[in-house]
């Protein structure tokens, strides 16, 4: 089972508005990814969580709050989002950091009005 | 920073070879090459991954020159199914380079 899981699979928010995204993972993977993709551009990385602690940050803003509460979930807690900040948020996971082949989600399209 | 280019589009016949490069000229010494295949509004499918010289598997290979400096993603005989944006990932976040995606290849297959 290569699958990994996300939640909702669309989301419209307020600016104001605090909401969380959920991905889920049973392959056992110690690493896992938070992606964000901007129509017709490549995932850029936000945040990498490896055995449970937060291992890069990539200077994403604090509007962002990356959670891992065990191996197998990660989310991303949403909270005075701006509408530039709409984009499809992808997770991904690995068996560890290195170098080991990562399996996507099929993403969350999130909508900020 | 490893700049990683792919050309923008490509366009293909059904059962023909199709080949896409992937440029990473400053790839460090643990990192390895990874080929995603992305539908739109989809996460990014895994193809393929190496180090160096030649991987095989059921849908496609990928070649890596000696110096690593640049990868080949070639598809076998594709199929209008097969239209999708191709991504080569650089990188290993246990060292070397930051992981990064290269620029993304839109392959066109028609009849």
């Known amino acids: 089972d290569t699958e990994v899981t996300q939640t909702p699979k669309h989301l419209v928010m307020g600016m104001t508005n605090k909401k969380s995204l959920k991905c889920e993972q049973h392959m056992g993977h110690r690493a896992m990814y938070w992606y964000k993709q901007k129509a017709k551009k490549p995932p850029e990385l936000m945040f990498v969580y490896s055995y449970e602690k937060l291992s890069i940050n990539e200077s994403v803003p604090s509007r962002f709050s990356p959670e891992c509460p065990n191996s197998s979930l990660l989310n991303l807690h949403l909270h005075a989002l701006q509408p530039e900040d709409s984009a499809l948020y992808l997770c991904a996971s690995s068996q560890n950091l290195n170098g080991g082949t990562q399996y996507f989600g099929p993403g969350t399209r999130l909508l900020v009005l | 920073l490893a700049k990683t280019t792919q050309p923008i589009s490509m366009d293909s016949y059904e059962g023909q070879e199709v080949n896409i490069t992937c440029s990473h000229n400053n790839i460090a010494t643990n990192d390895y090459i990874t080929w995603y295949q992305q539908f739109p509004s989809q996460g990014p499918r895994f193809i393929i991954q190496g180090y160096k010289t030649k991987v095989t598997n059921e849908v496609a290979s990928l070649f890596i020159p000696a110096d690593r400096k640049s990868s080949t993603l070639s598809l076998p005989r594709v199929s209008l199914s097969d239209t999708a944006v191709y991504y080569c990932?650089?990188?290993?976040?246990?060292?070397?380079?930051?992981?990064?995606f290269g620029t993304g290849t839109q392959l066109k297959v028609e009849l």
């Open positions: 990932l650089v990188g290993g976040t246990g060292g070397g380079n930051k992981l990064t």
